[in-house]
Structures are given as structure tokens and as C-alpha cells.
């Protein structure tokens, strides 16, 4: 592949099932796992927004990077999580994945990668920080 | 589609190629573009969270749902932004888009839609909100 045919960044986007409903309750414990995930991928964290939903509901966020976003949605009284982790640069979404995997510990997991800006000159395109 | 097996929500993931750089420039006028979608779809603004990247460069900010979130993240200088849109319950992504294309008018774009939580169980769930 050329550099002139690399793409702006991917997008993972993954389905967790089967993950404890505590931890799913947990924005702290939420949102301090993101960031070390990001920290993992080699991405800059510009900042963490989280809401928590109450009364054992669940909890969602978002951490906005230099190379794009990562977010976590919950619904604890099914054991579901959704992530999607989308990075461009030299940021590998992959290395946070494996870090939020190792955390949650999910009975089952999908992960989609979805390839963005596939069309775009990247070399024309400057990373965003 | 019975009520158990339809899925926590949708995930709209679109490239938009040839927009207008002075708009992928425009912080203020894309947060408020962003939340103008937001209330089209049907959906309840917890926040909104906008960076820009300053001398030129791009914006990168998300809208944190209800219902997940929105994001976008911009490249004026190969005139490329890129959108993703995750609801899940009553509020529709579909309309959050066509307000962006409406706006955006981009020269080309590509949108897909993943299906979010799929396997859980719906009915065991509930709205985030």
C-alpha cells in the first residue's frame, strides 16, 4: 500500500456481552480504563466526558484524543457494553482494545474494524494534533 | 422482527469528502450543527465537547447522548470530515445524518450502518435515559 492510498484512520467497534453488571456501573472504574487505554495506543487524551445514568443504571462516555474519540455505552442488567474506538495517526486502536478486553473480561465479544477516510489523499490530510 | 431479537441501536459511520474547508474550520457553527442533528434525531443532548486545533487546522468533538453519541471529526485541509452516529431506543440516526449532508454538502459520501447488540436480548434492557 502507497502512501498515497493509506487511509485517514480505523474505526473498531465492538460488542461485549456478558460482562460483570458491577463493573458496568462503575464511571470511575470506567473512565480510568479508557484512559489507560488510550494511553496504550499511543494516543493523547484531550478529554473525558462521563455521565451515570443512576439507581443501578448504566454508564456512558466518551474520551476525546489528538487522533479522534473512544466512547463506552453500558446496560448492566443485560451484561452488555458497546465500545468503538476510532484513531488516525500513529495511535493503534487495536493495542486499546486489548486493554479494555483484558478488563472487562466479556463472555463474548464482536469487534468490527471499519477502515475511514479510505478515499482521502492521506497525504494531503495532516494528523490532527 | 419480534421485540427479542431486535438489537440495543444503530451506528451510523459516514465519510464526507469534498466539503468546504472554511465549514471543517468552523468550530461554533459545527457544534451547533452537531446538536441541531441531535434534536432532529429525537435525541437528548447530555453535552457537547469541541476542540479545535487551531492555525487552520481541523475540529474534533463529540455530543454526549442519552441515547450514546455523535461525533465528528474534521480534515479542511483534504476537505474531509468524518461522522460517526450510535442511538440506541427511539431516536433515529437516519435523521441526524440527513441533517449533516444538508449541511455539510459534500461532493461525496459514504455511509454504513452497524447494527449495535444484536445478540442481547432487547426486551432485557433498558433506554439508557
Same sequence: chains 1, 2.
Avoid: K
Avoid at 41 to 50: D, M, Q, S
Avoid at 101 to 118: D, K, M, Q, Y
Amino acid at each position: 500500500m502507497t502512501a498515497r492510498s493509506a487511509a485517514i484512520g480505523q474505526h473498531l467497534l465492538a460488542d461485549l456481552s456478558g460482562v460483570s453488571p458491577q463493573l458496568l456501573r462503575d464511571s470511575g472504574a470506567l473512565e480510568a480504563l479508557l484512559s489507560a487505554a488510550a494511553r496504550a495506543a499511543g494516543a493523547t487524551v484531550l478529554g473525558c466526558h462521563f455521565h451515570h445514568f443512576g439507581s443501578g443504571g448504566g454508564v456512558t462516555g466518551v474520551v476525546l484524543l489528538a487522533e479522534s474519540h473512544m466512547s463506552l455505552h453500558t446496560w448492566p442488567e443485560a451484561g452488555f457494553a458497546a465500545a468503538d474506538i476510532f484513531m488516525c495517526g500513529h495511535a493503534d486502536p487495536r493495542a486499546a482494545i486489548e486493554v479494555l478486553l483484558a478488563a472487562l473480561e466479556p463472555a463474548e465479544s464482536r469487534v468490527e474494524i471499519v477502515v475511514r477516510g479510505a478515499a482521502v489523499d492521506s497525504t494531503a490530510a495532516r494528523p490532527l494534533r
